[in-house]
């Protein structure tokens, strides 16, 4: 086998693991019942799931010849910004006193602190 067909099985497979965590990321959106169990499932699996789907698509370009460059700044953004935009939301949804079913430690909002 060449390394072209062998790229392209392995960026097959990647695709498929990237559908496949796009996909739970997408149920777990729908089906949560509150906001910040909703807020979780998109930045952890959808993550891996656009990860798998842009590795899928530097192995092809490396296969092709090139470097994938754009595809590889894609991934660090999207790995560095989903995390910190739930935080942010998180905490915003924490200072406006969203109800969620967990209760809420006391010292979780700095504006809520004793002392």
Same mark, same amino acid.
Not at 79 to 107: E, I, K, W, Y
């Given at each position: 086998m060449t390394f072209q067909i062998i790229a392209e099985w392995l960026a097959a497979a990647l695709l498929l693991v990237g559908a496949f965590f796009s996909l739970v990321g997408v149920i777990g959106l729908v089906r949560l019942p509150d906001f910040f169990m909703r807020l979780h499932a998109p930045t952890k699996a959808s993550t891996l799931g656009v990860g798998g789907v842009l590795l899928a698509s530097?192995?092809?370009?490396?296969?092709?010849? =090139?470097?994938? /460059?754009?595809?590889?700044?894609?991934?660090? /953004?999207? /790995?560095?910004?989903?995390?910190?935009?739930?935080?942010?939301?998180?905490?915003?949804?924490?200072?406006? =006193?969203?109800?969620? =079913?967990?209760?809420?430690?006391?010292?979780?909002?700095p504006e809520r602190r004793q002392g």
């Open positions: 530097m192995i092809l370009a490396a296969a092709e010849g =090139r470097m994938g /460059f754009a595809e590889l700044l894609i991934t660090l /953004f999207v /790995f560095v910004t989903a995390p910190v935009s739930a935080n942010l939301m998180a905490q915003a949804a924490l200072h406006l =006193r969203v109800g969620g =079913r967990a209760p809420t430690p006391p010292d979780a909002v």
